[in-house]
């Protein structure tokens, strides 16, 4: 395994939401939200617009986020856990010397919500992804009745968070930043490598009132795909308006985070990772929530920043079609560590930092639903499909095509030319291309004869 030398090795945050669609930051363009700390952290750094999720749905993508592997060789479905022995990229820091930390939502122990409620499900030490520093919680949804476990024997603790979910978990981060900040002047302080993984935005969605105040729905203006039907439109703007307050609220949280990193001297040499599981459909196309391969659920928002050293590092929009297993090996990459043969996905770090060799991209992203989950509001059939570098989305269930979108000149999917014997020629390419991804991935998925 290659890296770079170990002294003053960069240090990296991941921060993440849950449900946390693309097109809600304030430099996407949504006229509903104001997100300067995360416009900045874009500004500053490298906003890959592109980016997506190629299941989306927590613990699958959870799943991907951290070992870099497609759901169905790692975590097929709602409620499956990790499986016993699977590496995570907090391995391969703990073995390249790092100190690996992790606050918030898990989702990946398996737990089944019918037997209790998942806050209180313990995970043991063991189950934890090999983060040496762990205080968290398997799910959770009651951002003001969160509640978190972690150490061991003796030393083991859960207790109740005294405010927001994202404002109590954040004050955690801050504490360990400072506490490495600290060692940092000592002159015993080694490289960091930590994750912040926060519930909100995802429903319920309700937001602390400083936040909330500023969102009602009567003010939402809904994207052009929601359909004009009155029970439809008053759902998404009544969500939306608690949705878009928990996105405030988290971006003040980086503001603070950001701070704190100025504070303790650890602002130039760290970067931090900007990105969400997947995404909320809030009414687009009459749908809600997730588990559907359109626009609203598989695009995140993905940037990659920090404060630039004089020596600089690239800064703008990337196209990269980054994808849920790219996460670990890109985050890698930002430290000099090659990614394991284990992982699946893209080191994309190249985007970010001059140094770094370019890296053969693939010309597509897969998309995937292993196993539905059955719940109201989601696709309750496996569907495959792919999105290609020039634009275009197929998606289909087995046997049988259901969505072909030229995103170029229909970014809300209002054409479905899945069935359009016009484009019977194009339906056959992209079905080779999904085909390769398959065979590739050794994944198992009866596709339509053409």
């Known amino acids: 395994m290659s890296h770079t030398n170990k002294t003053d090795r960069p240090n990296v945050i991941w921060v993440f939401g849950d449900q946390h669609r693309a097109q809600a930051l304030g430099c996407s363009g949504d006229p509903n939200v104001h997100t300067p700390n995360i416009d900045n952290l874009a500004a500053s750094g490298v906003n890959f617009n592109r980016a997506l999720s190629g299941f989306p749905l927590c613990c699958p993508t959870r799943g991907s986020l951290l070992t870099g592997r497609y759901p169905h060789r790692c975590v097929p479905g709602h409620e499956h856990r990790l499986p016993e022995g699977q590496p995570t990229i907090a391995d391969v820091f703990n073995e390249e010397g790092y100190s690996t930390a992790y606050f918030g939502k898990w989702h990946l122990d398996g737990y089944q919500e019918r037997n209790g409620r998942a806050a209180f499900h313990i995970i043991p030490p063991e189950r934890r992804g090999g983060f040496r520093h762990w205080v968290g919680y398997e799910n959770n949804n009651s951002p003001w009745d969160c509640w978190v476990h972690g150490g061991e024997g003796d030393g083991a603790f859960q207790y109740r968070l005294p405010g927001f979910e994202t404002d109590e978990l954040t004050n955690l981060l801050i504490e360990h930043i400072e506490e490495r900040g600290a060692q940092r002047k000592s002159g015993s302080d080694q490289p960091f490598f930590a994750v912040l993984s926060v519930q909100p935005p995802h429903n319920p969605y309700m937001a602390p009132e400083a936040f909330r105040s500023k969102h009602t729905p009567g003010k939402v203006e809904l994207r052009p795909n929601v359909p004009p039907i009155e029970g439809v439109r008053s759902q998404a703007r009544n969500d939306l308006a608690g949705y878009y307050a928990m996105i405030e609220n ?126 109201g509001h989601s696709v309750d059939k496996p569907w495959r499909g792919i999105v290609t ?22 970014p809300y999917e209002l054409v479905n030319m899945a069935h359009n014997s016009l484009y019977a020629g194009k339906r056959k390419e992209l079905l080779g291309k999904l085909g390769d991804w398959i065979e590739r991935t050794g994944d198992s998925f009866l596709l339509p004869a053409e």
């Open 250 to 375: 988290l971006d003040w949280n980086l503001g603070r985070i950001r701070d704190s990193l100025r504070e303790a001297d650890l602002d130039f040499n760290t970067h931090i990772v900007f990105f969400s599981d997947h995404g909320d459909l809030h009414g687009s196309h009459g749908q809600f929530n997730k588990t559907s391969p359109l626009e609203e659920a598989i695009r995140v928002p993905f940037i990659i920043g920090g404060e630039r050293p004089f020596y600089g590092r690239k800064t703008g929009i990337s196209p990269a079609l980054l994808n849920h297993v790219d996460v670990a090996p890109t985050t890698l990459g930002l430290c000099g560590i090659q990614a394991p043969s284990w992982m699946d996905g893209t080191d994309y770090s190249s985007h970010r930092l001059p140094e770094q060799a370019s890296v053969r991209q693939p010309d597509s992203a897969y998309l995937q639903s292993v196993i539905p989950t059955g719940h």
């Open 389 to 410: 570098n020039d634009g275009w989305k197929y998606v289909c269930f087995e046997g049988i095509s259901w969505l072909m979108f030229n995103l170029n000149e229909d």
